[in-house]
């Protein structure tokens, strides 16, 4: 029914796919709102044409889902969907105007990214207890390569060893939109990578991957998110555990310590500063707690 009334939905999901080269993930996603987006205008007004949608119409769409209980985030999120979706239109000459422009975005309260406090990293890397086999190796390696790179888990679960640049110690990272970014790798860590990737204990053809179980086959998110999890357990006591704490973590150390934020966004990968800066706030709170405790009026 939507691609009678809708051609134009799988058009802008091409040019997502093909052209800007978003994540399948994404697209899910971009496709999910969209069609609920449809869906409630083919129900509700009999399908009006592209270029007779009107801000209203999203209006009531949106008090729709306010009424479904949907979180600030996750209108937010429909919202920019539908935003990219009405300036593709208008790129495709569809339509002369947007009815996003007088959409307001609802204000959501911004958290502070979870980190893992420095003494707990060290605890995690001095005292805990790594498993003396294959297993217990990789486990070791693939914390220290999240916190000190700051990779997301798919670039990881997806990181070939012609990706590690030895000569440079560095790592070439392939993230969203299979943009590239280069990080520099401490030469002890890129030790223990070498050595870790000439000591595969199986070679399987065609398998490229870096991290690897005992039979040679590519590690899988699930079980990376797991292992992460399961060792942060061990020393901290956030609510969150999961690989992205130790990205918030990498990004938040470096802040702390002084760090260019600019450095720190390319480091990410982040398109935009604005993406990068949240990592600042933890600087202002540590600055303040040193504050508190040093100043005598304070």
Do not use: C
Not at 113 to 140: C, H, M, Q, S
Not at 215 to 224: E, Q, S, T, V
Request: aromatic share 10%; no cysteine; glycine share 4%.
């Amino acid at each position: 029914m939507l691609d009678t009334h809708y051609p134009q939905i799988q058009a802008f999901l091409n040019y997502l796919r093909f052209e800007k080269r978003y994540s399948p993930h994404t697209l899910i996603s971009y496709e999910n709102d969209l069609q609920q987006f449809f869906t409630f205008l083919i129900s509700q007004f009999e399908a009006p044409a592209i270029d007779k949608i009107t801000a209203p119409l999203v209006r009531s769409w949106l008090a729709e889902l306010k009424g479904d209980d949907l979180t600030g985030k996750s209108i937010n999120r429909k919202i920019s969907s539908l935003k990219s979706f009405f300036k593709f239109m208008i790129k495709q000459g569809i339509i002369k105007q947007t009815p996003m422009a007088t959409i307001v975005s609802p204000k959501i309260s911004k958290r502070l990214p979870a980190f893992v406090a420095d003494k707990d990293i060290e605890t995690l890397f001095k005292y805990v207890t790594f498993e003396d086999n294959w297993k217990g190796r990789t486990e070791r390696l693939v914390l220290q390569l999240l916190y000190n790179t700051g990779m997301r888990l798919s670039e990881l679960v997806n990181l070939r060893e012609d990706q590690i640049d030895s000569s440079y110690s560095q790592v070439k990272v392939l993230g969203k939109g299979n943009k590239e970014r280069i990080i520099p790798l401490a030469k002890d860590l890129l030790g223990e990578l070498q050595k870790y990737i000439a000591e595969k204990p199986v070679r399987l053809p065609a398998v490229e991957n870096v991290f690897v179980n005992e039979k040679g086959k590519p590690l899988y998110a699930r079980y990376i998110y797991n292992l992460v999890t399961k060792n942060l357990a061990a020393v901290t006591t956030i609510d969150k555990k999961g690989p992205h704490v130790l990205r918030h973590t990498f990004a938040t150390h470096l802040s702390n310590n002084g760090a260019d934020l600019n450095a720190i966004k390319e480091l990410l990968g982040h398109a935009s500063l604005a993406a990068t800066q949240v990592y600042t706030h933890n600087t202002i709170e540590k600055l303040k707690d040193v504050y508190k405790k040093a100043h005598p009026k304070a």
